[in-house]
């Protein structure tokens, strides 16, 4: 067996190189919360913010995720830790290109979330928990997925028959029953623009 299984890579760019070009630093902004708390439309309207100041960025969203790269998956408790793993590989792919990437998954345990972060780099990895209560993801329930998840329609479904455990030391908490999308992006914009602008 060879001591190197990639003999290119010393030979590739760097990340620094990569981020030179870019004038900023690859982050993985990690969106954790129920269905339903509004993970994606922070992370939409945070995106667009980034880039009017002129920071590269790329969503990860749950939904788009398990059409394409994850679409063998289920949810079992084996398939959830398998969706996020590979989230994360091709999230440090992202990040190390200098990339800022913001992933949005309702990655439920502490567990499957630390994994997360060491795979990307505990340095790289900005946890933001999305923490509207549950009874106000159910009220909105824009995919009709809670309703089903009480009729015992949809199975392992997080918050109903499936535990969500709360981020243990998360950057950033964000309740958007109580705080307005303007808000929460700008107390995000305080603390990303402080790390990834050169």
């Known amino acids: 067996m060879k001591d190197n299984l990639y003999p290119i890579y010393d030979k590739m760019l760097t ?3 990569k981020e030179a070009l870019l004038k900023q630093h690859g982050l993985m902004v990690w969106f954790t919360g129920l269905s339903g708390s509004g993970k994606s439309t922070i992370a939409i309207a945070l995106e667009r913010e980034l880039q009017k100041r002129g920071l590269l960025c790329r969503i990860l969203d749950g939904d788009n995720i398990r059409c394409g790269i994850n679409n063998n998956l289920g ?4 398939d ?3 969706n996020i793993r590979r989230i994360a590989e091709v999230g440090k792919l992202f990040v190390e290109t200098g990339i800022i990437t913001i992933a949005c998954f309702i990655s439920p345990t502490n567990e499957i979330r630390g994994m997360a ?7 790289d990895f900005f946890e933001v928990y999305v923490s509207t209560p549950l009874e ?6 824009v995919k009709g997925l809670y309703a089903r998840a009480r009729r015992g329609e949809v199975k392992n479904f997080t918050g109903i028959s499936a535990p969500f455990e709360a981020p243990e ?3 950033v908490v964000l309740d958007t029953s109580v705080k307005a999308l303007n808000e929460c992006v700008e107390i995000l914009l ?3 623009l402080k790390i990834v602008k050169e």
């Open 15 to 17: 990340r620094q190189d």
């Open 75 to 78: 949810f079992t408790a084996e």
């Open 80 to 82: 959830r830790v398998e």
């Open 117 to 123: 972060s060491e795979i990307i780099g505990r340095e």
């Open 136 to 141: 106000e993801c159910e009220r909105r329930d």
């Open 169 to 171: 030391n998360p950057q």
């Open 190 to 192: 305080e603390h990303i």
